[in-house]
């Protein structure tokens, strides 16, 4: 039960960041503003698609009820937001 409802809250953590990232292609937020910045736009709809996607893809696994699959998509999440850390330090303080 408790993987159950750990699993929603990191579902939708990963909607709600992908979401934000999504809509914040043209507008700045934090430090960064990728309106001026043609790749940080791209990676910024790049990496809200694969969060909405991963977000959305835990749900379904939700709903399967398979724990081995839950377990490498896990995996597969930590990976992808760590590329995303990664690639945003790049930009760090552009304008």
């Known amino acids: 039960m408790l993987v ?3 699993t ?8 709600g960041v992908g979401a934000f990232l999504f809509t914040h292609q043209n507008k700045p ?3 960064f503003h990728p309106e001026s910045i043609p790749g940080l736009r791209l ?12 977000g959305l893809v835990f ?11 839950l ?17 945003i330090a790049r930009y760090f303080g552009k304008k």
């Open 4 to 6: 159950v409802v750990l």
């Open 8 to 15: 929603i809250i990191f579902a939708a953590i990963m909607l």
């Open 29 to 31: 937020f934090l430090v």
């Open 43 to 54: 990676v910024v709809k790049v990496f809200g698609g694969l969060f909405m996607a991963c």
């Open 59 to 69: 749900l379904v696994i939700l709903f399967l009820d398979n724990d081995q699959l």
């Open 71 to 87: 377990f490498w998509m896990l995996i597969i999440a930590c990976f992808i937001v760590i590329a995303f850390q990664i690639t």
